[in-house]
């Protein structure tokens, strides 16, 4: 049987106002790899966006990215984010607004190793 990706949506075009945290649902990658997100802001969002993973799935550390992760800054940004050989089983994104409102659209891509 052959290598399938596989897409889950952390966040499906979620409204974003105000001075809110948007935290997507977890997503158990153990037994996946080449793991992406292709983040999409649409809208005058300025904040910032965290990658969080977890071993346990209840406690929730955000990664260090080295260049850092790109920020939305008052309008539209598409980012993809590679997050390939990362050590954790669960992975889920947070968003927190500063200003501004639009959407927030975050898709996970990850080839399935238990095939």
Excluded: W
């Amino acid at each position: 049987m052959g290598t399938r990706f596989l897409p889950f949506t952390q966040f499906n075009a979620q409204a974003v106002t105000g001075t809110n945290t948007y935290t997507s649902p977890s997503t158990d990658i153990n037994q996946l790899a080449n793991v992406g997100l292709d983040v999409r802001f649409t809208g005058t969002m300025t904040g910032t966006l965290s990658v969080l993973c977890s071993n346990d799935n209840v406690v929730f550390t955000a990664l260090t990215f080295n260049p850092a992760l790109t920020q939305p800054t008052g309008s539209n940004l598409n980012i993809l984010i590679d997050c390939n050989q990362i050590p954790f089983r669960y992975i889920q994104t947070q968003y927190t607004n500063s200003s501004g409102s639009g959407t927030l659209t975050v898709l996970l891509t990850a080839k399935d190793l238990g095939s």
